[in-house]
């Protein structure tokens, strides 16, 4: 193995881990000091409740269990063989790592708990938290890197 994928499996595994104990912990604390459907203006239109999600993110076909725990499984399964296939791709560790962690962060919670804690909200929009935005900004980093390969491998042909 290089140089260079141990250290994109490294930063990978890295930010993996920091973002589902960041997620974990804002969980933690929101459940013991907001109660279940009480909102706290935050500043202007962002408001943070606690609520439950049994469904995927952003409340998403709720009440999936199990199915939504193989699914989980499932997916990570892909982003690690897309991760595998080339991790020293630029860019490839940050959409690998926010994937991986939140997708593990809300599967921590699935597992524990039956449900996910959501907590940051938005007006004309359900609930989400940290783990959310992370599988967000992994899977727009993932379409970016690959559209910029197709763009890319077009002008050389």
């Known amino acids: ?19 589902l104990i960041i997620d ?21 239109p ?10 995927v993110a952003f ?9 939504l725990v193989i699914v989980t499984l499932i997916a990570l399964g892909v982003v690690l063989w897309l991760f595998s296939r080339d991790p020293a791709r630029p860019g490839m ?4 790592g926010l994937l991986a962690g939140g997708a593990l962060g809300n599967l921590v919670d699935r597992v524990r708990h039956g449900h996910v804690t959501d907590f940051i909200e938005l007006p004309h929009w359900p609930p989400f938290n940290l783990a959310d935005c992370a599988i967000t900004c992994g ?19």
């Open 46 to 55: 962002l408001k943070l409740t606690q609520s439950h999600n049994e469904g």
């Open 1 to 19: 193995m290089s140089d260079r994928v141990r250290r994109a499996c490294g930063l990978a595994a890295a930010l993996c881990v920091v973002v």
């Open 139 to 157: 899977v727009v980093i993932l379409l970016f890197i690959y559209i910029r390969e197709a763009e890319r491998a077009e002008r050389e042909s």
């Open 24 to 44: 974990q912990v804002v969980k933690d604390v929101i459940e013991h000091h907001i109660v279940l459907g009480e909102q706290v203006n935050v500043l202007g």
């Open 59 to 67: 409340g998403l076909a709720n009440g999936g269990g199990v199915g």
């Open 93 to 96: 560790w940050v959409a690998t």
